[in-house]
């Protein structure tokens, strides 16, 4: 059975709430916590069981091996973050509403 690596972008109270949801999911592998302060990130992965810690979104948002991230910042950066992870190929979640314009592909 695949598991799914997920991923963190700001741990604060909401992602830890997401987190004790998540950990308990057969298919669900803690993978990586994204922070833009490096202890930050540590703490938040020792505490929950993820196995990488990265002290800025970039990195976190860079990493191959990641599958979906849960996008945990204040509500004015998602856009920006959810924006960050999908063109670096991750999968996203986003709990609140964020404005996005949808640009039509030329074919």
């Known amino acids: ?3 799914y690596k997920w991923g963190i972008l700001a741990p604060g109270k909401m992602a830890a ?3 004790k949801g998540i950990r308990i999911l057969d298919k669900a592998e803690l993978y990586a916590v994204g922070s833009r302060d ?3 990130a540590k703490k938040f992965a020792e505490e929950f069981g993820f196995k990488k810690y990265y002290g800025s979104y970039e990195e976190l948002a860079a990493d191959h091996d990641l599958d979906i991230v849960y996008i945990a910042s204040p509500h004015s950066y998602h856009k920006e973050h ?3 992870c999908l063109r670096n190929g991750r999968n996203v979640i ?3 509403a964020l404005q996005l314009i949808l640009v039509k ?3």
Request: net charge positive; glycine share 0%; hydrophobic share 30%.
């Open 1 to 3: 059975m695949k598991k």
């Open 17 to 19: 709430k997401f987190t």
């Open 38 to 40: 490096l202890q930050r």
């Open 82 to 84: 959810s924006l960050l």
């Open 94 to 96: 986003c709990e609140k």
């Open 105 to 107: 592909s030329k074919k």
